[in-house]
């Protein structure tokens, strides 16, 4: 419906109006409270406000619907619509659908792992973290059961600094003295003093009291030796989404609150402190959208945390078991796995070759934590499935020692996922939604509407895959997606009310170039000829007669209009014959288009039969011709296919149903180049493609028309793959092939031999000739050294 149309109905209709404009009013103020979500911890009268303008908006879109009446289905649209846009901007915090978005997270995470990721994976020499495991394998190897003396830790620490490690960060909690005795705890203190680069875990324990009465609040911290000795410490623990899994990581948290909170850092941050040397004097700064800290400008997720960006599945980090790295000649392992391969182990010709001497740790992090299944310190996560060899799934849990690996190198190399501001998905949701209610006002039928609301869907999920994969952004795909679908449905459903009526007569205008299913279409849908056009993707056909302007001069007037007649009808059949429809004469030349109105994915093919069929019939006119003593006429055609413009042209009351566009000019240049090659069907590369299983073809040439800058690879078609060719014709094309092949690798001499040979066998093919002209010419003034091999044609 025109505007005009639009606002003179909605002005007619003033409860409609009313509804409108008070829609509006409310709509505003409650969707800026809903994008405040900081002020409903503490202000009740924030919370009245938004339920009491939400019901106020729901209301008043819904009396708006009655008011507008089914019939005036454009203004009811933009109410359906309005109320998807509420729906879409406000059910982001629901449970469900939160859960659901959170799955295409994880969707979009195996996804880029999966497609996207080969090139940057994390490798054993670039990563600069590694993880060392307390594994199953550790277990069987050492003296001790787990859990292990303190002192088996201070011998780690003591190799990791032997080795270069940068900082040691060791994910467990030594809450408690070592049960082993005091001097093991002693022994790690003091392997902490040494190496001064050890970061230790702690916890911050919350725990809801019951009964409305807050919060218990708890710091679990490593034992004051570890700590006046220079250990670091920071929390660990599971943050997780409604869901249960692990995507978010917190900076910081803090015990108690306004001006008596005690704040604490994170495991990932505390060891970040450590590589960056950070003083403790540095406090984390938390702005709106970010954190600072250092120099490091941290994306922010949620109040405290951001969301880490996990690099691949579990084992994406190098890994090495706890033994291997304490394995040395002062610590000795059970006798069966007692190797020394920490230092002690050597090649054949006798150099070291441990861990050690392997520059493994060298500058790196290194993170020690526990993977042994019975202690429970695995966690589910964005990317945790993987598959076999076979190809099946296979479900697996992530240590927390190498989430905060993830955690730790999403800072390390700022690769930061960017959570999508509340105002723009607010702002995609109305545009998207919008959209699709313009579209199915305009298409009308619901089946025309469908696929392009398909299409809208398909463009969210491929934007929100594609911004992740290659630029990090998590947008929000459910919200989005469901407003797009309440418009459609919603506006559909009026659709099915009743229909326009609105027909011209248009067989009188029409019938004498476009096929009768053609025009019935267009008498059931006048709109299709209003001025204006649509992009579709089509083939075009220009024909010419071959040197008509020689033949006009040796016929009379009437001689001349009476065989151009015979040809223009008999030209003009075959092409309707195969769905086309004549664009206009020029003279003797033909424009056609296969695929408009009326939508055929087939319309390169048939533009190519039809140009096969043109020419086995001027074989029989031909023969005619002669007979009677008139000329014989031989036409060319270009063909291309491509998006073009498509519609009526001109003015109100003489318009022109035609085609427009740069694909256009092409097939146009296409038809006149066929001179050139001797050939008498020419197509593009894009023709080619679509048809390459049905027509049998040749490459002519890569060309560069006029007008244009970029080449164009071009053939001729032979035959339909249906009918073949003689043995004969197909010897030729081999070693016409052969020739061309050897033309481009500019191997000149014997690309002359292939082109002889195809001459040989079919001794009329003028486009071999031209070769073997070429390459004379080539070997006498060789192209430059950037040749590409385009032929530049100087004329249309």
Known sequence: MANGTFFKNLMENKW????????????????????????????????LLNIGLTALSIFAMLLGIYFSGFKNKTLSGVFITLLAVWFGSFLVNVKAIESIELKTLDARFGFRYQYVDNERRITSDDSPIVIIA???????????????????????????KKAGAKVVGIDVVFDAPDYNGTEKDDDLAQ???????????????????????????????????????????????????IDGFWRQYLMEDQIGSDEYAQKYYSFAIEVLKKYYDIPDSVEIENAENYFKFGDKIIKKYKQYSFLINFQGPLRTFPYKSFDNTVD????????????????????????????????????????????????????????????????????TLMPGVEIHANAINTILTDDYITAQPDWIRVLIVTLASFLVFLLVSKLQKPLLAFPVFLLIMLAVT???????????????????????????????????????KEKATIRNAFGRYLPEKV?????????????????????????DVAGFTTISEKLTPTELVHLLNEYLTAMTDIIMKYDGIIDKYEGDAIMAEFGAPLQDD????????????????????????????????RARAGINSGQVVLGNMGSESVFDYTVMGDNVNLASRLEGANKEYGSY???????????????????????????????????????????????????????????????????????????KSALNSVPDDETSQVYIERCEEFKKNPPPENWDGVFTMTTK
Request: charged share 25%; glycine share 8%; proline share 3%.
């Open 16 to 47: 409609a109006f009313i509804c409108l404009i008070f829609s509006l009013l409310v709509f505003v103020p409650n969707l800026l409270l809903k994008l405040l979500p900081d002020m409903s911890d503490s202000l009740v009268l924030f919370y």
């Open 134 to 160: 307390i594994d199953d394998q550790s277990g069987n190897s050492v003296q001790e059961r787990y859990p292990w003396p303190r002192s088996y830790y201070a011998h780690f620490i003591r190799n990791m």
């Open 191 to 241: 392997a902490i003093a040494e190496c001064q680069n050890v970061v230790l875990a702690g916890k911050v324990v919350k725990a809801d009291v019951g009964g409305g009465q807050g919060q218990s609040e708890m710091v679990v911290t490593p034992l004051e030796k570890f700590i006046n000795k220079g250990g670091k410490w920071g929390f660990v623990g599971v943050t997780n989404d």
């Open 328 to 395: 040395d000649e002062e610590f000795d392992l059970k006798p069966e796995y007692d190797l020394d391969s920490f230092d002690g182990l050597i090649d054949e010709n006798g150099e070291p070759i441990g861990l050690l001497q392997q520059g493994f740790f060298k500058d790196k992090i290194v993170l020690l934590g526990a993977t042994m299944e019975e202690l429970h310190d695995v966690f589910p996560v964005p990317i945790s499935e993987t598959r076999n060899a076979e190809g099946q799934k296979l479900e």
């Open 462 to 500: 491929v934007a929100a895959f594609y911004l992740f994969a290659f630029h990090h952004l998590h947008m929000q795909m459910v919200t989005p997606m469901l407003a797009i679908g309440f418009t459609y449905v919603g506006n559909v459903l009026f659709q099915y009310l009743g229909e326009r």
């Open 519 to 543: 025009v019935s279409q267009l008498i059931d849908n006048p709109g299709l000829l209003k001025l204006g056009g649509e992009v579709r993707f089509l083939s075009i056909l220009f024909s």
């Open 602 to 633: 087939l319309h390169a093919q048939k533009a190519c039969y039809a140009a096969i069929e043109m020419q086995e019939k001027l074989v029989e006119m031909r023969v005619k011709w002669k007979k009677e003593g008139r000329p014989e006429m």
């Open 681 to 755: 069907i020419m197509i593009s590369e894009w023709t080619q493609e679509l048809v390459k299983d049905d027509i049998i073809t040749r490459e002519l040439d890569l060309i560069r028309v006029k007008g244009k800058e970029k080449g164009v690879k071009v053939f001729e078609v032979i035959a339909r793959t249906s009918v073949g060719i003689t043995a004969t014709k197909k010897k030729s094309l081999e070693n016409y092939n052969q020739g061309i092949a050897a033309y481009r690798q500019q191997r000149w001499d014997e690309a002359i031999v292939y082109f």
